[in-house]
């Protein structure tokens, strides 16, 4: 093989080799152009935007209010709870703690929702106090003082 491609290149004119080579060099420009520096480019460019999204998305960090005692606000207390089905009828803040009160909800919905609190680290339950329906359905009434952590 080496030596037909040997034959025809030494039949060739000083002008045909002259742009045969000329060919050849402009092939190769063209793949690395396509094969490497296109691909690069097109990462860096991706890269780039990747870095102004996290750099905008870092600025939106930064502007977030300062929240209270262990991220644990009135407000995400109340949506927590409703998400579990628990309606809070009082919740008041009084020096670092919150004081809840729930007037009817599942005991099990209750505890599962505290013990989550605490092992989440959001809350340490200080009192507890609940009461049962009566006729005895599964529901209580109760009286939480929770301390945001």
């Excluded at 296109?38 to 502007?63: F, G, V, Y």
């Excluded at 339950?125 to 929770?146: C, F, K, W, Y």
Aim: aromatic share 4%; charged share 25%.
């Amino acid at each position: 093989m080496k030596s037909v491609i040997r034959d025809i290149w030494r039949r060739r004119t000083a002008r045909e080799r002259g742009l045969l080579a000329a060919l050849a060099m402009m092939f190769a420009a063209l793949m690395l152009w396509q094969g490497i520096w296109r691909p690069l480019h097109r990462a860096l460019e991706l890269q780039e935007q990747r870095r102004l999204q996290l750099t905008t998305q870092a600025r939106q960090l930064t502007r977030l209010p300062a929240r209270t005692k262990g991220a644990l606000v009135a407000r995400e207390l109340q949506e927590d709870a409703a998400r579990r089905g628990i309606v809070l009828k009082t919740l008041n803040a009084q020096t670092g703690q919150l004081r809840v009160g729930i007037a009817s909800t599942n005991a099990d919905a209750l505890l599962t929702w505290l013990l989550t609190l605490e092992a989440q680290g959001a809350a340490e339950v200080l009192t507890l106090e609940m009461q049962g329906n009566t006729p005895s359905d599964g529901n209580v009434r109760a009286d939480i003082l929770l301390e945001p952590r």
